[in-house]
């Protein structure tokens, strides 16, 4: 993770975010959005009024919630109370639990306390309740059962 920006990898994360609630919303395919959002969206340092983000990690995130989908929401769909299908969540967090697990399953290279503690922030950004919390015991959950070495769980091997 050295040389990485953490401030242009929280953008990155919240456009990830976005771009997956618009996917689930419209339907679009990936390549489109991800190109919305490089085109459009993200700015050049010195361009006003636009955000800047780290481009390859938002690409990375969109991409691999597409390709991974699968096992990321039987991963979420563990967490769930029972009787409550992932879809059923709301589209802007199960958007987030989405990119969060992908992270934990797919970034060892960033620690889980740092994915868990962004994304909690991230739902916060957009909901007022009970969701940050939600986020933050099922992603913790999921981080556990996947990286159970980095909480204590089990020995290093």
């Not at 409550?84 to 958007?95: C, G, H, N, S, Y």
Request: glycine letters at 8%; hydrophobic letters at 45%; charged letters at 25%.
């Amino acid at each position: 993770m050295s040389g990485a920006n953490p401030k242009l990898r929280r953008a990155a994360r919240v456009a990830a975010v976005q771009a997956l609630y618009q996917m689930d919303l419209s339907s679009e395919p990936q390549k489109s959005v991800i190109r919305q959002f490089l085109d459009h969206r993200f700015g050049q340092k010195d361009e006003t009024g636009m955000i800047t983000a780290d481009e390859a990690y938002f690409e990375d995130i969109v991409n691999g919630c597409v390709a991974f989908q699968d096992d990321i929401d039987l991963a979420i769909s563990g967490k769930l109370s029972e009787g409550w299908p992932i879809r059923r969540l709301d589209m802007t967090l199960r958007a987030t639990l989405r990119a969060a697990t992908y992270e934990i399953m797919r970034r060892p290279d960033v620690p889980a306390l740092v994915i868990i503690s962004e994304y909690v922030d991230i739902a916060g950004d957009f909901f007022d309740g009970k969701e940050p919390g939600m986020v933050n015991g099922i992603v913790e959950n999921i981080a556990k059962d996947i990286r159970a070495a980095e909480f204590g769980l089990i020995g290093e091997s």
